[in-house]
């Protein structure tokens, strides 16, 4: 079975900090990885995804990469913002058909001005 | 563009009465549809999954049930709450590789 954990689970920076999330899984066949935010009380967005073929990704601020051999993701954000505080969420997916994502915990990021 | 709708936002039942939350998707056909629950200090929990209209698989035994009547509408039911069922309830879909969430529904059953 498919376990991911999330390290740190929580993490208070002041603004203007580079940080990096991190996210290991034990089974090392994933079909891709998927990077996610939660603001309180919403649903989840979608921020970066990486095919398993794939080393990293980037969106603005956000870089991911991923490791599959060693069953290892890190999610890097440049220059924090009060507005990134939110829980971060990766998820890896089994299979290319059913889809199905096996989730972490999280890391509950606060950002302080 | 693809968008999904999750209803109600908020919803506290007694306990012993019935439930039904519905998600639908729009922009998409013949996605494949998720159920997740997410409790409290744990991660998300697979409920259930759909790979077309009437294909329902259950991950985890519970009082729960999902329907899919029509390609785009996944529904989670149940003929009578526990109050073990409160949680945050996320409805999902892909089509290929990436995953999109739903706006959540709170249920707190009491």
């Known amino acids: 079975k498919q376990e991911v954990t999330q390290i740190p689970a929580a993490l208070s920076v002041p603004e203007g900090e580079n940080l990096v999330l991190n996210c290991s899984f034990t089974?090392?066949?994933?079909?891709?990885l998927q990077w996610f935010r939660q603001d309180p009380g919403k649903g989840l967005t979608s921020l970066l995804l990486i095919q398993s073929s794939q080393r990293e990704q980037t969106s603005g601020r956000l870089n991911a990469s991923l490791d599959k051999s060693s069953g290892r993701s890190t999610l890097y954000i440049a220059a924090s913002q009060p507005g990134d505080s939110a829980t971060y969420l990766c998820?890896?997916?089994?299979?290319?058909?059913?889809?199905?994502?096996?989730f972490g915990r999280g890391t509950q990021l606060t950002v302080w001005p | 563009s693809q968008t999904i709708h999750q209803w109600p936002a908020t919803l506290v039942q007694p306990v012993g009465s019935p439930l039904s939350l519905e998600c639908t998707v729009e922009g998409t056909s013949n996605p494949n549809l998720y159920w997740y629950r997410q409790a409290a200090g744990r991660g998300l929990q697979l409920l259930f999954y759909s790979v077309g209209i009437g294909q329902i698989s259950s991950e985890v035994p519970q009082n729960l049930s999902a329907s899919r009547p029509q390609d785009r509408q996944f529904i989670l039911s149940s003929k009578k709450l526990l109050l073990s069922d409160s949680g945050f309830y996320l409805c999902a879909w892909t089509q290929g590789a990436e995953a999109f969430f739903g706006q959540g529904t709170r249920l707190t059953v009491v």
């Open positions: 998820a890896v997916k089994r299979g290319s058909t059913l889809g199905r994502l096996y």
């Open positions: 089974d090392s066949a994933i079909y891709n």
